[in-house]
């Protein structure tokens, strides 16, 4: 099982770490990976200053938003799957 921890902290909050959130599990559905895939919020990944902070199972910690979540996702997600 794969896990997306997305930051929920005062500053991913701000950023908009609960459309992350959503947006993740959207692409779950649509790529059929309920099994596989799990998404956690995460009260800090200690990189606050990349705001939305999203870690894969215990990678690196990346910067996210709305405008890459999808290739995010495709790259560090379907990609170990």
Do not use: P, W
């Not at 790529?31 to 990189?47: H, I, T, Y």
């Not at 902070?53 to 996210?64: F, I, P, R």
Request: proline share 0%.
């Amino acid at each position: 099982m794969t896990t997306i921890n997305v930051c929920i902290g005062s500053a991913c909050h701000l950023k908009g770490s609960y459309n992350i959130i959503n947006r993740f599990q959207d692409l779950i559905k649509k790529n059929n990976m309920d099994d596989e895939v799990v998404v956690k919020a995460a009260f800090c990944l200690g990189e606050c200053t990349k705001a939305v902070s999203v870690k894969v199972d215990e990678g690196e910690v990346y910067s996210v938003n709305d405008t890459n979540v999808e290739e995010f996702f495709n790259k560090y997600v379907i990609g170990r799957v």
